[in-house]
């Protein structure tokens, strides 16, 4: 009972967190199968993968040092950053390469890194609420875990793996070959770093003050972190302003289609209006930023042809949609 118990609290908020996630993306959806598939990397292959490479590494610290401490340590702050953010930051990685088409925006970034890392919190707060909650301290201590895991620390890994996703989003949307180059290492290094501070800093206080200066640092880069989102949404909202504006004075959509297209709630109401009103405003934001990356990277990745082809979707929908 006490593991279904964990594992409804492990993945239900993370559920919660990841629908949160996709309302965010205002102006150009990302595939729910995408995003389902990322989620579920982080779920087994990200999870699976960093519970055996940080215990093999753990046991090996131990066998060389013969310290506990040692290996706690050294796991902790150095081993399970770099390998958690690896595995997590690979789903990205994935959509960055294979489903290049999708990758839109810094803000498509931080969806994907932010989903795969919340699969990937999925598994591993069900892990500790079960082990370090449940085992240790009973129904207590599971509800405990739940409380910190969940509402405390909840955003910690989607906070780190986005500036992986950041890192990449900058790769996919500039020109300038070092920085196409240098970006994804940036930005890898930058979760890693946030990973293995957040992890150092409260436990060399120690005990529920260091759970609360970590938690207070934590809230402060969240807080940072949201800011960023908004202003990116923002900064979407322009490019849809700007790029679509010569579909509406040509004739392509109307001024009210056009305004409708700007609203930063369309996308949320518009599937109760019917599945060719949903998938026009989804033209409507994919052809905008296929316009943006027309003009900073040229006819990169066939950019022309999906343009004439979100045109031609657009010019078949636009008269059955008010």
């Known amino acids: 009972m006490a593991l279904i118990v964990s594992l409804f609290f492990g993945f ?38 960093a519970f055996i490479i940080n215990t093999v590494f753990g046991i090996g610290i131990y066998m060389f040092t013969g310290s506990e401490g040692a290996a706690e340590m050294g796991t902790t702050s150095v081993v399970a950053p770099i390998v958690e953010e690896f595995l997590k930051g690979f789903a990205v990685l994935i959509v960055f ?47 405990l875990l739940t409380f910190i895991r969940v509402v405390v620390v909840g955003w910690q890994h989607p906070f780190y793996t986005a500036f992986t996703g950041i890192g990449l989003a900058v790769s996919r949307t500039n020109k300038n070959a070092l920085v196409k180059f240098v970006a994804p290492f940036i930005g890898y290094g930058v979760a890693v770093a946030t990973h293995a501070f957040h992890n150092t800093f409260g436990g060399l206080i120690g005990g529920l003050a260091g759970l609360a200066a970590g938690t207070f640092v934590d809230w402060i ?46 996308m949320s109401t518009v599937i109760f209006s019917g599945k060719s009103s949903a998938r026009f405003y989804q033209v409507c934001g994919e052809l905008s930023h296929k316009k943006e990356q027309m003009r900073k990277l040229g006819n990169e990745s066939g950019n022309t042809a999906i343009i004439e082809s979100l045109r031609a979707e657009m010019t078949t929908l636009s008269p059955q949609v008010r």
């Open 97 to 143: 390469f294979l489903f290049r088409k999708e990758f839109d925006s810094v803000l498509d970034g931080i969806i994907y890194a932010a989903i795969a890392a919340l699969g990937f919190a999925a598994t591993e707060n069900t892990l500790y609420i079960y082990r370090n909650g449940y085992l240790d301290g009973g129904w207590q201590g599971l509800f």
């Open 12 to 49: 239900v908020p993370m559920f919660f967190f990841a629908a949160f996630v996709y309302w965010l993306d205002r102006y150009e959806k990302e595939p729910i199968i995408l995003l389902g598939a990322t989620f579920f990397w982080g779920v087994v292959i990200a999870a699976g993968g």
């Open 221 to 266: 880069g969240w807080s940072f972190m949201i800011g960023f989102i908004v202003w990116m949404i923002v900064n979407e909202r322009n490019i849809v302003k700007q790029n679509l504006y010569s579909e509406m004075t040509s004739g392509l959509i109307s001024q009210t289609q056009y305004q409708k297209a700007l609203s930063p709630w369309t």
